[in-house]
């Protein structure tokens, strides 16, 4: 985000700017976005090497523009369709098929899940298929806000999974490494964390809480990510639900229409 927007800023500043980025680029796939949509409105912005940006000074122009829908939000569809105990068949409209969002990964990744994704148009399709990996390993360094609907996707599954890339997690919205770990204790899985950027799940059960509840850390991705986890427990608290208002204002809304029961306590 920070990147994002210096590179946005850049074209209208007297000599442009060159950002030199050092370390570990995580989530490249959103600068590689933000880079697309200046493209877009007539701003030239480009890498020069894989750690240098650069953008000369220029005057951005006004375009007709259609702003695709949210992959990051489909994932919890997606997450939806792979728990169902029916044939579950989600549509899910605006989502283009040659997406800039990394997010759109979700997609290729739910095939290891028993979710396929049929393309028609600007919309998608989602239609269980029944046909799960044993295992599941993938590097997040470019979709880390995934991790959390593959986190108790797999674990609601009975799917062993080892997750890296995650170091970014820590300072989300919340330490999510560290609320995942808590929050899936609650329902008896045991996770457990490794060089502070790797989330694996070997199998590892203990007594779940008694009608857990699950804490959200002012982090509407926890909210989301974790309500699904109902259809396989039958019933899930989920405490401060407001959070998902970020990103997803109609979350709530949307499962209840799709068939969920939701109570207000």
């Given at each position: 985000?920070?990147?994002?927007?210096?590179?946005?800023?850049?074209?209208?500043?007297?000599?442009?700017?060159?950002i030199r980025l050092t370390g570990d680029i995580?989530?490249?796939?959103?600068?590689?976005?933000?880079?697309?949509?200046?493209?877009?409105?007539?701003?030239?912005?480009?890498?020069?090497?894989?750690?240098?940006?650069?953008?000369?000074?220029?005057?951005?122009?006004?375009?007709?523009?259609?702003?695709?829908?949210?992959?990051?939000?489909?994932?919890?569809?997606?997450?939806?369709?792979?728990?169902?105990?029916?044939?579950?068949?989600?549509?899910?409209?605006?989502?283009?098929?040659?997406?800039?969002?990394?997010?759109?990964?979700?997609?290729?990744?739910?095939?290891?899940?028993?979710?396929?994704?049929?393309?028609?148009?600007?919309?998608?399709?989602?239609?269980?298929?029944?046909?799960?990996?044993?295992?599941?390993?993938?590097?997040?360094?470019?979709?880390?806000?995934?991790?959390?609907?593959?986190?108790?996707?797999?674990?609601?599954?009975?799917?062993?999974?080892?997750?890296?890339?995650?170091?970014?997690?820590?300072?989300?919205?919340?330490?999510?490494?560290?609320?995942?770990?808590?929050?899936?204790?609650?329902?008896?899985?045991?996770?457990?964390?490794?060089?502070?950027?790797?989330?694996?799940?070997?199998?590892?059960?203990?007594?779940?809480?008694?009608?857990?509840?699950?804490?959200?850390?002012?982090?509407?991705?926890?909210a989301m990510a974790f309500a699904p986890a109902?259809?396989?427990?039958?019933?899930?608290?989920?405490?401060?639900?407001?959070?998902?208002?970020?990103?997803?204002?109609?979350?709530?809304?949307?499962?209840?229409?799709?068939?969920?029961?939701?109570?207000?306590?």
């Amino acid at each position: 985000q920070y990147i994002s927007a210096l590179l946005m800023i850049a074209p209208v500043l007297t000599n442009g700017l060159t950002i030199r980025l050092t370390g570990d680029i995580i989530s490249r796939p959103y600068i590689n976005l933000t880079l697309q949509l200046m493209n877009d409105f007539g701003v030239r912005a480009e890498w020069t090497d894989d750690h240098r940006l650069k953008v000369e000074p220029q005057a951005y122009h006004s375009t007709p523009f259609y702003v695709e829908s949210d992959w990051s939000a489909a994932s919890y569809w997606y997450e939806i369709v792979a728990l169902s105990k029916h044939e579950a068949v989600v549509t899910l409209p605006g989502l283009f098929a040659q997406s800039p969002q990394g997010d759109a990964k979700v997609a290729e990744l739910f095939e290891q899940l028993g979710v396929c994704t049929q393309r028609e148009g600007n919309s998608v399709t989602l239609k269980q298929t029944h046909t799960h990996t044993d295992r599941m390993e993938y590097n997040f360094v470019n979709q880390p806000d995934l991790a959390q609907t593959f986190v108790v996707t797999c674990a609601m599954l009975g799917i062993p999974f080892r997750f890296s890339g995650l170091q970014s997690l820590k300072i989300k919205e919340t330490d999510r490494m560290a609320a995942l770990i808590t929050e899936m204790r609650k329902l008896g899985y045991l996770l457990k964390e490794t060089d502070g950027s790797v989330l694996s799940w070997e199998g590892e059960r203990t007594q779940a809480d008694e009608n857990p509840a699950i804490d959200t850390y002012e982090d509407h991705r926890m909210a989301m990510a974790f309500a699904p986890a109902a259809i396989k427990l039958n019933e899930l608290r989920i405490n401060n639900p407001q959070v998902v208002s970020k990103s997803y204002p109609h979350y709530w809304e949307d499962l209840q229409n799709a068939g969920f029961q939701l109570t207000e306590e």
